[in-house]
């Protein structure tokens, strides 16, 4: 019997193909565009799904998961899964997958890095000006920015990404601590890495603080107020992991008043929507959560959701399980 497979938005062909060739029932949202709790249901109540391939942005909790008792796999095309509600899958037997792949790693690890040296440059602030036409000639006191050699990189989480993070900066001359609840050798040994027992530690030390944590109850707002105050009114902030890690109120203060220089975010706390203000400041880079957007990144991605879903048909093990 042919396995019926919902995917809530269109992803690269690469991973639909597999899913098709093994005989799988593909059905995908006609519109590229994000659905809504309701209409997720709506779609999974028109034929009985054996899997789901979700996105990211798709609420799935428990009453996705009543309106469709078949579906026992959600697989997710992330690396993160804080989307999904994972207790009340488990209470269920249904099994939760994520994505993670070395190029999508490598991919946000490239974005870390450009926001950095933008952030460093005034690159954006620079490009505005001249588009504005407000460039008139060299001028010895025009957009002075930060040299990056020389300066301390804080990484705050040292997984995949993390890792990746620090073989560039080791690179760029960039000195590297970090804090991870899990230390990590590698980047000890090949990159001359320095742990801190805690972020602290790593806010008042370094000149670019860079976030690569999941989102849990524990990471929520691990960013806030009272942290921003312990950084350097010269650091930058980036952060490409998980929007709600930062307190995004209290970074528009906190950027507003230079309690700190500037801010990187790929990621934001109420995604689409970002906080009031900070549209307006000049010291901050806004990218629209697009730091694994490689054409590489996103077919390994795709693949390997799909052989998530393929592995589970097959011998109910997929490899990439999170609950």
């Known amino acids: 019997m042919s396995k019926n497979i919902f995917i809530t938005r269109k992803i690269p062909d690469i991973g639909i193909k597999m899913l098709i060739n093994k005989g799988y029932s593909v059905d995908i949202n006609p519109k590229d565009e994000v659905l809504s709790q309701k209409q997720i249901i709506k779609y999974l109540k028109k034929k009985n799904y054996d899997a789901v391939l979700s ?15 078949s579906v026992k796999l959600y697989a997710n095309y992330a690396t ?35 926001l950095m040296f933008a952030l460093a440059a005034r690159i954006v602030e620079a490009d505005e000006f001249v588009r504005q036409k407000k ?13 990056i050699l020389g ?24 000195k590297i601590v970090y804090y991870d609840v899990n230390r990590n050798e590698k ?22 603080i860079s976030l690569h944590v999941p989102l849990l109850d524990s990471t929520r707002h691990l960013i806030n107020e009272e942290r921003l105050k312990m950084m350097k009114p010269t ?22 008043i230079k309690v700190i220089s500037g801010a990187g975010l790929d990621v934001f706390e109420f995604e689409p929507k970002i906080t009031k203000g900070l549209l307006k400041l000049q010291n901050i880079i806004l990218t629209p959560h697009i730091a694994s957007a490689s054409v590489e990144a996103r077919n390994q991605m795709a693949e390997v959701a799909a052989q998530n879903v393929i592995d589970f048909f ?3 093990k997929p490899k990439n399980q999170v609950n």
Not at 151 to 174: D, M, N, P, Q
Not at 244 to 253: F, T, Y
Request: negative net charge; hydrophobic residues 35%; glycine residues 10%.
């Open 55 to 69: 996105l990211l942005t798709d609420k799935i909790d428990s009453k996705v998961y009543d309106s469709a008792p």
């Open 80 to 114: 993160g899964f804080d989307n999904l509600d994972l207790n009340e899958a488990k209470k269920r037997g249904i099994i939760i997958t994520n994505a993670p792949g070395d190029l999508t790693s490598e991919a946000v690890a490239e974005h870390t890095i450009a």
């Open 135 to 147: 460039y008139k000639g060299w001028e010895p006191m025009n957009f002075i920015g930060e040299d």
């Open 151 to 174: 300066k301390t990189l804080g990484l705050i989480g040292a997984g995949r990404i993390g890792e990746r993070v620090a073989f560039y900066s080791k690179g760029l001359g960039l």
């Open 187 to 208: 980047i000890e040994k090949e990159y001359g890495a320095i742990y801190c027992n805690t972020v602290d530690e790593i806010l008042k030390q370094s000149d670019v």
């Open 235 to 256: 650091s930058f902030l980036i952060n490409t992991s998980r929007g709600p890690i930062v307190d995004e109120i209290a970074l528009e203060k906190a950027l507003r």
């Open 314 to 316: 097959e011998n109910g």
